[in-house]
Nanobody
Framework: QVQLVESGGGLVQAGGSLRLSCAAS????????MAWFRQAPGKEREFVAR???????VDALFAKGRFTISRDITKNTLYLQMNSLKPEDTAVYYC?????????????????WGQGAQVTISS
């Protein structure tokens, strides 16, 4: 069973950048499909991006060209580089993991979750 811990959240101005990290422990990191989700107040959890074993990436439409998901297997760490941030990107960002190779966008497809990192973008 894998444990996930996010870090790197914070408060930035619109147009700025942040990089979130998700440290994994207790499992074989390279065997998991990894993803980022976010949840804004009063809204459902929303898919951001997913990366598979081979480095294949699926991005949400709003993330294309602004957000980049990546992973460092040697460090057991997942990243989300976020650029050109907007106030509507304000949310708690969660990393998630699963061994289900079919998993893409649905939160229910993921078995393990981090505690979340708050990202706040000021206008």
């Amino acid at each position: 069973q894998v444990q996930l811990v996010e870090s790197g959240g914070g408060l930035v101005q619109a147009g700025g950048s942040l990089r979130l990290s998700c440290a994994a422990s207790g499992g074989t990191f390279s065997s998991y499909i990894m993803a980022w989700f976010r949840q804004a107040p009063g809204k459902e959890r929303e898919f951001v991006a997913r990366i598979n074993w081979g480095g294949g990436v699926v991005d949400a439409l709003f993330a294309k060209g602004r957000f980049t998901i990546s992973r460092d297997i040697t460090k057991n760490t997942l990243y989300l580089q976020m650029n050109s941030l907007k106030p509507e990107d304000t949310a708690v960002y969660y990393c998630a993991a699963t061994t289900n190779w079919r998993a893409v966008m649905a939160p229910g497809e993921y078995d393990y979750w981090g505690q979340g990192a708050q990202v706040t973008i000021s206008s």
